[in-house]
């Protein structure tokens, strides 16, 4: 039942998203079109109650709760980051909007970009791993919930993948190829260091 759910849950995520855009773009009806992706986050709780409700009912905590719980966090986490990369794309195709700006390549830029991004995963895995502990203390059996520490360990090397692909990025920034450097010949940490202005990275 909770694989179903997930299943359920996920491709209610999409439904939500393609409707709702389409009735803010191409149905002239943004009001309406806002209100049903604001439903987006009903679909995380009802994955939460009946998680809960299955453990109460005297269901063995596996595998399949932790996988509840994880998608849970990062649905939590990155759920509002899809529909705004969905939201430009769409508004950009069907509404005559701005073209969606890229994620920077080279540069202090791309390394901002980096840690922004690890920021999220990371949170997610810490969504994803208090939701475990809440679980393991709910079930209160150290015998039955292996399952569930198995997967706070997995959000753990999340966590640490991500650390070391931000860190990497922040040592060895990545450099433009020189066919692409700007006029000036500087790519965008020397462009930073000359007092250049620069923004805040580009987001999707």
Not at 158 to 167: H, K, P, S, T
Not at 169 to 198: I, N
Request: with cysteine.
């Amino acid at each position: 039942m909770i694989v179903a759910l997930i299943i359920i849950c996920e491709v209610g995520f999409w439904v939500l998203l393609a409707g709702g855009l389409a009735l803010r773009y191409l149905a002239k009806m943004p009001r309406t079109g806002i209100a049903v992706l604001l439903l987006e986050p009903l679909l995380e709780l009802v994955m939460l109650v009946v998680t809960a409700v299955d453990l109460k009912n005297g269901a063995e905590a596996d595998w399949k709760h932790g996988l509840a719980a994880v998608y849970i966090g990062f649905s939590a986490t990155m759920g509002h980051r899809m529909i705004k990369w969905a939201d430009a794309r769409f508004a950009h195709r069907f509404a005559g909007g701005p073209p969606p700006v890229p994620a920077p390549k080279y540069g202090r830029e791309r390394t901002v970009f980096e840690w922004q991004s690890a920021g999220r995963w990371i949170l997610a895995a810490l969504i994803a791993m208090g939701l475990l502990q809440l679980a393991a203390w709910y079930v209160g059996d150290p015998d039955q919930t292996t399952s569930l520490r198995n997967w706070q360990t997995k959000m753990l090397f999340v966590i640490g993948i991500n650390l070391v692909i931000a860190v990497s990025y922040t040592l060895w920034p990545k450099k433009a190829p020189e066919g692409e450097l700007p006029p000036d010949g500087a790519d965008g940490r020397e462009r930073d260091k000359a007092g250049a202005g620069q923004g805040p990275p580009a987001s999707w």
